[in-house]
Every structure is written in C-alpha cells, then in structure tokens.
C-alpha cells in the first residue's frame, strides 16, 4: 500500500493532498482539539492553517510514514521527528490512527482474496500474491490482474497500492517499489541483469545497514557487484548461511513459496514516552500505562482467538539500554488481569533505577483458543512454568508512599 498509514489520514483530510505530511508522534489529541474548534463543520473543510506543523513538535516520537510529497526532502519512515523537522519543518503532522489503519488493512487484503486466494499476509500494509494458476493471471505478464487489484482496491477504498509481478518473492519484493505511487512493476527472469543488479546492495531485504558497511568496504556497491563475486568468496567474508544467501539473492534466485496460512509466535505492545519516566517518580503515570498495554494485549489475543503463557516486558532506558524479561505461567491465558500480575513480576528482576523512555508488554508461546496443549499429568511440572505470586506488590502500582 502507498504511504498507508499517511492515505488513511488523507480520507478523513482529503484537503492535506499533495501536501508534505507526516504521521507519528503522540497519542490522536489532534481530532479532539480540531473538533473542538471546528465544532459542526465537517472533517474535509477545516482549514490546512488549522493543522499543527512539524517544526513546533518537540518529543521524541518516530514517523510512521510520509507522504511523498514529504518524503522529497529526505523524511521516511523510522526517523525521529525532531530530525525530520529539520529536513521538512513546513510538513503538517498527525498521530497514528490504529484502529482505522486495521478497519482499512483487513478491507484490502479481503478484496485481494477474492481475487487471487492464495495470499500471504506480511504486515498490516503488504501482502504476497501467488495468481500464477489464476485464470487470466497470466496476461500481459501478470500486468492486467495487477491493475484489477489495483481499481477494486481503489474502488472499495479510495486508496492505491502499487504491486511487483516477478517469478519469486524476492524480486516482487523489489519491483514492487520501483514505480510508486500507484505503479505496477514486472520483472522477468531475464531482466536480473538489466533491472536488478544496478541496484544498490540495501535495496535486497535482507541486507541491513551493518552488513551494507562491509560490503562498501569490499568496495561492492550494487547487487551486480555482489552477482560477480563467486559463492566461495562470499561464504568466506560474510558465512555459510548468509553468504550462500547473498550470492543466490544477488541472482534474483528465491524459492520461497507463497505461505496462507502462518501462526503468530507472540503479540506485543510497546510504547515510547514523550519524556522520560521513573519508576518511583511516575510510578502513577508508567502504571496507568503498563495497565493499559496489557489490557491492548489481551484485547488483541481475544480478537484473533488465541491464548498464550509465557509473559514478558520489555524496557528501554534513557541510554538506550535495553531489558527484557519473561515468565511462563502453568495455563494459558487472554486476561487482561492475569497479563498485568504476570508482567508485574517481570518487572522485579529488572533494574527500575534508572528512568525510562519505553515499555512493552508480550504474551508468547501461543495456541488458539480451545486448542490449548494438555496441561503435564498430576505430580508433573512443566520445566517452563513459574507461578505468578499474586501477593507480591506490583511495582507500578500507586502505592501509598510511593
């Protein structure tokens, strides 16, 4: 999907098109205050002026995404928005609209399957599509079903996608972001040397900013650059695994196939701070939080029907330290209580000194409801099961004192 999280915004303000626009940052403030003001005039007609610019941010928040208008003056995605106000201080900034953005994922994804059925679900803005036996699927390369999805999407929607059509994941992959917004790509086999390896090396997912250094100390710069060194020199500099890995991608060789149906290992929620807090400080703060993820937790669990047992948090310190740490209960569950107790115990083997800037609570090893694994036999443990001591005082909890 193009800019998804930005398009969803841009439904509810079609007057913010074509305009530099980023979203990220704190919690959804912006409707209320923008209702508040703009009482009984619909969404569409608030003035642009009345929007809040990125250069009067101040936090610590990342963007989710930009427009592209935006994304001209070097602003993407994972940077800070203190940084991005620097590079695009005129851009209008709005927060996350989760709910809506999961309402418009499940739509899209829903008016793929009825096209092409065999779909693998990677993310909440992007998909696989494997249409090789469906019927048509094959005209124009794969090009007129692409532009099919494309108008139902559009049509039910309001909005674009663009889409690779290549042999395997790999290229689709890549192809899928050659002509966006709203483009759609094909690759041949043949095509690798002519499209593909011209390419910078990060351009493989797969190849990160760590792995990206070395290469450009090896003095490889494309993927032609890493398609012309042999297996054996690769497997030298960079390991068995990942260097077969890289000398096949680099070729445009991926034999994955398409996976419907894939299990989630764990859910989680985490959220970063506007400031940082302390545990005994902000203990009524941070556990009104904690509270609150682990109710989001629950929530999503019980939504997509499943349970789990091992608890765990997660925190990230003002030195950008990280901590994590889990338990794993004698049942399975989805209650929002039984998630806080849980991770209230997790939170008494990490270091609460110094102050925070995230937290995050995760439920893992995880079956469908009703699914469940028998628990072990009487007068047998389970290896990975600690009892939660519900009367140990919770750390966050509002104490007196405290």
């Known amino acids: 999907m193009d800019a998804f999280f930005a398009s969803v915004e841009l439904l509810r303000y079609p007057q913010l098109k074509g305009l530099p626009v980023v979203i990220g940052g704190g919690r959804r403030k912006v409707d209320e205050l923008l209702l508040d003001r703009y009482a009984g005039l619909p969404l569409a007609k608030i003035p642009i002026d009345a929007f809040p610019l990125l250069k009067d941010y101040v936090g610590r928040g990342v963007i989710t995404t930009a427009t592209y208008p935006a994304r001209q003056f070097g602003v993407g995605s994972a940077m800070g928005m203190m940084k991005a106000a620097r590079l695009c201080p005129q851009a209008l900034v709005l927060p996350v609209d989760f709910d809506q953005v999961r309402r418009f994922s499940r739509a899209f994804k829903g008016i793929i399957r009825e096209i092409a059925p065999l779909v693998e679900d990677r993310g909440v803005d992007e998909v696989y599509i494997d249409f090789t036996d469906v019927p048509g699927g094959q005209r124009e390369g794969g090009r007129v079903l692409a532009r099919l999805i494309q108008k139902s999407i559009f049509e039910a929607t309001g909005l674009t996608c663009s889409i690779g059509v290549a042999p395997n994941k790999l290229i689709a992959k890549m192809a899928s972001e050659f002509d966006k917004p709203n483009g759609i790509s094909i690759v041949y086999e043949a095509d690798v040397q002519s499209k593909i390896w011209p390419l910078p090396v990060r351009k493989i997912n797969g190849i990160g900013p760590k792995s990206e ?19 054996e020199w690769l497997v030298d500099n960079f390991g068995q695994a990942y260097g ?21 290992v764990s859910m989680s929620r985490e959220t970063t701070f506007d400031r940082d807090l302390h545990a005994v400080r902000d203990r009524q703060e941070l556990g009104a939080i904690f509270t609150d993820l682990c109710g989001r937790v629950a929530e999503d669990l019980r939504r997509k029907g499943y349970v789990g047992k091992t608890i765990g948090i997660k925190l990230r310190y003002d030195d950008f330290r990280t901590a994590t740490r889990d338990q794993t209960l004698d049942h399975y569950t989805a209650d929002a209580a039984t998630i806080r107790r849980a991770a209230g115990q997790c939170l008494k083997r990490v270091d609460l000194g110094p102050r925070l800037r995230l937290l995050g609570v995760r439920v893992g090893k995880l079956a469908k409801l009703g699914e469940e694994p028998a628990p072990p036999a009487k007068g047998q443990v389970d290896p990975q099961a600690h009892a939660v001591q519900q009367h140990t005082p919770d750390l966050f909890a509002d104490q007196p004192g405290g």
């Not at 890995?245 to 994955?256: C, I, K, P, V």
């Open 213 to 231: 250094e070395k290469l450009h100390r090896l003095h490889l710069h494309t993927l032609g650059d890493i398609a012309a060194q042999s297996r």
């Open 244 to 264: 077969g890995w890289m000398h096949e991608a680099s070729w445009g060789r991926d034999d994955r196939p398409v996976v419907v149906e894939s299990e989630p």
